[in-house]
């Protein structure tokens, strides 16, 4: 069911977590002036080429994503719920130079705008901690079907609901099946930033915000991984291909996570491989 007043609550947590998010990273107009990209090969991958194609960027944050895909080729618009995150996004782009356009919206609000007026896109892409926040997958997969061309597709990178029910000591605490219910948290979205440091900081780690402890609840919603895809066939997409990744890309997000190569964290030493990302590639029939 939807929860538009639970996504409220997300919209605040989210506007203080991005604060101190960006508060850890360097001049990030420089970096990407001087070339810089935040993607990680993997989504490129499933993204396949982008030249000449619209993509829209649901829950794009603060637009480094966004902006990366644009010096791909694409004409991106990026959609999210935060005030911070699309104003960071908007003063990126414009201090840039790299062109996008970004919309502050509940992205469920967004497809009902795009479907009205008539907007189409090519791919639709949505990453890293984004269909954990979405209180109804089906009515936001019916969404994203809306607003793809025919032949359009959905790609998604996120990580795996799977280790969703470890605590941060590893220790099984949260259902995998909690999607329809939820999972609230008094003090919301954290600072996973400076707990992942380099890792999530391409253009330098700085010290910023210290100890952020976030004023706003958080609810989230642990879509098992067969609910996701089902939602996306029962909304008329056809999957074409479904990958799973025994890494995080960037982010610490658990004790003791050890880093890897190419931005790679990975569980600590003395845990077997556990699946940690998941790719989907999912498309409109023609
Ligand atoms: C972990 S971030 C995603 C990061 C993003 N992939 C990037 O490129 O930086 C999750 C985002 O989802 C957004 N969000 C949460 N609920 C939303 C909703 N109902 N509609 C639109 N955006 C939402 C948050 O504001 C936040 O920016």
Redesign the pocket.
Known sequence: MLRKDM?ED??RS?NAA?DAHNSHKADQAAFFRGGGSTLYPDEIELLGDLKGKTLVHL????G??TLSLARLGATVTG????DS?IAFAQKLSADTGISGQFIR????DWFEQAAQQGQKFDIAFS????IV??SDIGAWAKGVASILKPGGKVVILDFHPYPMIFNWDWKPEFSYFNGQQGQHFDNGVGDYVAISGEALAPSGYIEGVKDFINPHPGHEFNWSVSEIIMALIQAGLALRVFKEYPYFNGAKLFNDMREGENGRIYPPENMPDLPLMYGIVAEKPS
């Open positions: 996504h997300n919209r989210w991005t829950q794009c944050n603060s480094q994503d959609v999210d719920i935060s995150a919206s509940d992205v469920y990453s890293y901690g984004a926040w979405l």
